[in-house]
């Protein structure tokens, strides 16, 4: 046979009976995977067919090569679509029947595509599906029990930090060492003698290995166990990010019937928070959901228009990366997602016509969406120093959620409980979006910005609904929302006047101004009122006590700083009063956080070490010649080289 007889290529020829027997019976989905391989698998067919035609003069040879092209990619994507996740050649053996079951089992949810079929209200605005952001994925690591750099729980070996600005950790942390150069030593000395001690426990607390990637998505059934933790994030995470319509996702896990990866990545980071609010901190299994859910997340995720992609990845970037102490990466995901909900039309107020009948939830949805998004952006940057990138800009109109109430204005049922939280953080996230907006730009306040600001949240917490203000016993559901929106209003008035007492303490025998000096003396009081109110009010879960030790750890800071600040003021006592009273709560929460332990063990050795070097010292701090900038605005070679604060963050290793 002659090279011009052979037959055509075996999937060309299987198109038509493919084509035949499924698009008769098939519900459009989204697109997603397919379309890469029907190009790649195009640009084959045209080189096998060009070759085929190399050596005719037929004149139909053009116009043959661009029908078939243009066919085989029309046959790839409609089976791309109806078949998301399936290889060709996977579905070459089934049965018309098979073929027909798995279509109508491979469909999105009704909320998924009443949600992606609405970008904006603007009809030519349209949602590019397979768009990427090309972000570089940092290799997954086993699950460390306490390691980042921006809360100063760890430093990498290779002494890279990430930028951190006045508001962070670190600046305490580095005003201390600039004031007691002393200390680094004293410390270096106390963690070799932990690291002596520690390292063969080190080498056995790997907890989870990585599972291998199976070939295809397999179904995940109802089971008591994944009802008791679904159960368990509705009541303990959702309360205070109502990212997902409850009764829906309910029904989907109930049913069984999907097992497309959007759906099993949403899945199993709700199994994976639900086990972490369930248990203690020693518990592992979270990290057995969390590998499960990122098989189902590569970088093309960041394409999809899939509601349940970009809720999975707001619990991964907002909830669970900060968990495992992850929250740079964390903090790069939620802006992928802010990003995925903006081609979704999601910073838009939908039209009146879309809050007709159904469309009233959908629209409902997207705005609680949107705005646990900011929230968690903007809860989870607080202690960055780092710019908003524009949260509430006026080119974001979508509304806050709506809460239902009756005829007399109360509320209508207890479910609004996670609306009404959410619409008071949205507030509160406003004043604190423009609070970091300031500080990023000018970290030293001027005393007029400073008591606006102050006045703006002293405003917000008088005015909070009785319910969330009052001091009566609620149940725990209200309990944990009240009191960790409670926590980040004493934790945000307190960053705000903690630059002064930096400055104040960079300049050793310098008078302050009464205005600076009265914002120290605030900056203290709110941290001994922190950290009282969190002991009294804390509890036994790890919700609870993962809020509460990042909260006391971040109050602890002031008591240590004015210590070595004012190693003769008769607060003293006060102070060291303070510090082993958080010592105490970090004990008791060892259970319930999963830093509880790196966290006492860091304050102890910095508190330990002052009060020896106290000891040891003239009646006061020799004088230094410090600039304040230094700990502003972190350069890498300036922390490093100047401060050298690694000498104290390298004690903060895993365990």
């Known amino acids: 046979m002659s090279r011009k007889s052979k037959a055509p290529p075996t999937s060309l020829a299987h198109a038509p009976r493919m084509r035949k027997e499924v698009c008769a019976h098939a519900k459009i989905a989204s697109a997603e995977r397919y379309a890469v391989m029907g190009d790649n698998l195009a640009i084959g067919v045209s080189i096998a067919v060009h070759e085929r035609h190399a050596s005719t003069s037929n004149p139909f040879d053009a116009l043959t090569l661009e029908d078939l092209t243009r066919g085989l990619e029309e046959r790839d994507s409609i089976l791309g679509r109806l078949f998301p996740n399936r290889d060709i050649s996977d579905l070459v053996s089934l049965s018309d029947q098979e073929l027909r079951e798995l279509v109508l089992t491979s469909g999105p949810s009704p909320h998924s595509t009443n949600l992606t079929s609405r970008s904006d209200n603007t009809p030519n605005e349209s949602i590019t599906q397979d768009s990427q952001w090309d972000e570089d994925r940092r290799e997954r690591d086993p699950l460390p029990a306490e390691a980042d750099d921006v809360n100063a729980l760890s430093l990498p070996l290779d002494r890279q930090a990430s930028y951190l600005g006045i508001s962070s950790i670190r600046a305490a942390l580095g005003a201390i060492l600039q004031m007691r150069p002393q200390l680094r030593a004293s410390l270096a000395s106390r963690q070799e003698t932990y690291n002596e001690s520690s390292s063969l426990r080190d080498n056995g607390m790997q907890c989870c290995q990585m599972v291998q990637s199976p070939t295809e998505n397999p179904r995940v059934k109802w089971s008591r166990k994944g009802q008791a933790l679904v159960d368990v994030y509705f ?94 990466r964390g903090n790069a995901i939620l802006g992928a997602a802010f990003r995925m909900a903006s081609a979704l039309g999601f910073h838009r107020e939908p039209s009146d016509q879309d809050k007709e009948g159904d469309q009233l939830q959908v629209a409902e949805l997207r705005r609680r969406i949107w705005w646990c998004l900011v929230c968690l952006d903007t809860l989870a940057s607080m202690t960055l120093g780092r710019p908003s990138f524009g949260r509430f800009c006026p080119s974001i109109d979508i509304q806050p959620p709506k809460l239902s109430t009756g005829e007399h204005g109360q509320l209508d049922s207890e479910p609004d409980m996670d609306t009404m939280l959410l619409a008071e953080n949205i507030r509160f996230c406003r004043i604190a979006t423009e609070i970091q907006d300031k500080l990023t730009v000018t970290p030293f306040l001027q005393p007029a910005d400073r008591d606006r600001f102050d006045g703006m949240l002293v405003s917000w917490f008088a005015s909070l609904p009785s319910l969330l203000s009052d001091d009566q016993e609620f149940d725990e559901l209200v309990h944990l929302g009240r009191c960790t929106m409670r926590w980040q209003y004493w934790n945000l008035r307190m960053l705000l006047c903690r630059p002064a007492l930096l400055e104040a303490a960079s300049k050793p025998g310098v008078y302050s101004q009464p205005a600076d000096q009265d914002a120290i003396e605030k900056c203290q009081l709110l941290s001994k009122t922190a950290i009282e109110d969190i002991a009294q009010s804390w509890k036994n879960d790890q919700m609870s006590g993962w809020n509460a030790v990042w909260h006391l750890y971040q109050a602890v800071m002031i008591p240590l700083l004015s210590m070595v600040w004012q190693p003769q003021n008769p607060a003293v006592s006060e102070w060291k009063s303070q510090i082993e009273m958080v010592l105490g709560l970090f004990e008791s929460m060892r259970d319930w956080s999963l830093t509880a332990r790196c966290s006492k063990r860091v304050v102890s050795q910095i508190y330990e070490t002052i009060c020896e070097s106290i000891r040891r010292s003239e009646r006061s701090f020799p004088d230094i010649n410090m600039n304040p900038n230094m700990f502003l605005d972190q350069d890498l070679d300036q922390w490093a080289d100047v401060l050298d604060v690694d000498d104290i963050l390298n004690m903060l290793c895993q365990d």
Do not use: C
């Open 235 to 328: 009541k303990r995470i959702h309360i205070m990010t109502p990212l997902l319509d409850e009764t829906s996702f309910r029904t989907t896990y109930l049913s069984g019937n999907r097992h497309d990866s959007p759906w099993l990545a949403l899945l199993n980071m709700v199994l994976a928070m639900g086990s972490i609010a369930a248990s203690k901190s020693s518990d592992r299994e979270h990290y057995k959901y969390y590998t499960s859910a990122m098989r189902h997340l590569d970088i093309s995720a960041f394409g999809s228009s899939q509601i349940e992609t970009l809720q999975a990845l707001a619990i991964i970037g907002g909830h669970y990366l900060h968990y495992i102490n992850r929250p740079n």
